[in-house]
């Protein structure tokens, strides 16, 4: 008898139709009635959820006008490439599971996703998924997973709590667990099974030289980060109260003199350059204060002035919406009235009339 897979393979590949789409679009709860209906003439814009599960398709493609959709079923179809998805930036559940998938690509753009399924597909290494900064399930199960060293990658993802990994080759290692365990930080789950922590101890002390090195390496990491974070705030800042070069003006004036290199080389020569500099740097920081301070007070007095006119237009906004809701009932009580007695209907509807362009 046949396989399941080579009975799909034997089918025509399907693409991804407005009809089709329709098809797939889940509505949760409501009657079956109901949610058929709503299927057929629900704007695409509207649509949370998709599944195309099992639809023998060969390639994503088609989901235009479906920017708000945040789960999507892929699984099991015959999809060879991750593609024409970066529009959908509001996903947050994706299954591409079961499909013939062998490079991990074109997610860049879905920051918002916690859960990513590529379950049994032909994949044989983890790479771009940097922006994916949310994950929090991530199943890799049954690929071609065979550097066990790759598992590092999956360090990065600080949300990270549940992942699979079984059925890859690198499962065979005798230290696939401990590795992953020991290098993948606040692990919940791995492979189906919730994570003891006493086998995460046991394993940071297995791999305890490599797991010191690695800190230490990450510390100087973060502390260049938060440096170069200080700074590009505090030339933001500069750049906003208009200082910028400021602090640099004086080195600037001679950097590109030719001269200046051997200069410095000479004894006491720039001895009467340097007061000169320190009593410019002297000037320029309470020059830099002042203006930083006149900067501030601006500020403060931008937000103050932005505050008012927020609270100003929600005022406004509050009488526009009530005033909306009592035309509607009027609109309402005025069609009640003309049914009851059509007669009076030219003096009901001059009325609201009157009542709208009041």
């Not at 690695?214 to 980060?225: D, G, N, T, V, W």
């Amino acid at each position: 008898m046949p396989s399941l897979e080579r009975l799909i393979a034997e089918v025509e590949p399907n693409v991804i139709t407005e009809a089709l789409t329709r098809e797939c679009i889940q509505i949760q709860g409501g009657e079956p009635d109901t949610a058929a209906n709503k299927k057929r003439s629900m704007p695409f814009r509207d649509v949370e959820c998709l599944a195309f599960s099992f639809k023998n398709l060969a390639c994503i493609d088609n989901l235009r006008g479906l920017d708000n959709l945040t789960k999507l079923q892929l699984d099991n179809n015959q999809i060879t490439k991750i593609e024409n998805l970066a529009h959908l930036t509001n996903l947050t559940w994706l299954d591409l599971s079961f499909n013939k998938i062998s490079i991990i690509s074109g997610l860049e753009t879905l920051t918002k996703l916690v859960d990513l399924s590529l379950f049994n597909n032909n994949i044989s290494k983890i790479e771009n998924l940097d922006t994916l900064v949310n994950l929090n399930v991530l199943s890799l199960g049954n690929n071609q997973l065979s550097q066990l060293d790759n598992v590092m990658y999956l360090r990065q993802f600080k949300q990270l709590r549940l992942v699979n990994l079984a059925g890859n080759p690198i499962c065979k290692d005798h230290d696939y667990r401990s590795y992953v365990l020991s290098h993948i930080k606040d692990l919940i789950y791995l492979d189906y099974r919730r994570v003891n922590p006493t086998d995460v101890q046991a394993a940071r002390e297995q791999h305890q030289d490599e797991m010191i090195e690695l800190q230490e390496r990450e510390e100087q990491q973060a502390q260049e980060e938060k440096l170069t974070a200080e700074r590009d705030a505090h030339n933001k800042l500069m750049t906003q109260a208009n200082l910028e070069g400021v602090e640099t003006l004086i080195d600037d004036m001679v950097k590109e003199d030719p001269e200046w290199p051997r200069l410095v080389q000479v004894p006491n020569l720039l001895d009467p350059w340097n007061d000169i500099r320190d009593k410019f740097n002297v000037a320029t920081d309470e020059f830099k204060a002042s203006i930083l301070d006149q900067h501030n007070r601006k500020k403060a007095e931008y937000e103050e002035w932005l505050n008012v006119v927020r609270g100003y237009l929600d005022e406004k906004d509050a009488e526009a919406r009530k005033l909306i809701v009592e035309f509607e009932k009027a609109k309402k009580h005025t069609s009640r009235a003309v049914a009851d007695n059509p007669a009076l209907a030219e003096n009901q509807i001059l009325s609201l009339k009157v009542r709208e362009k009041g």
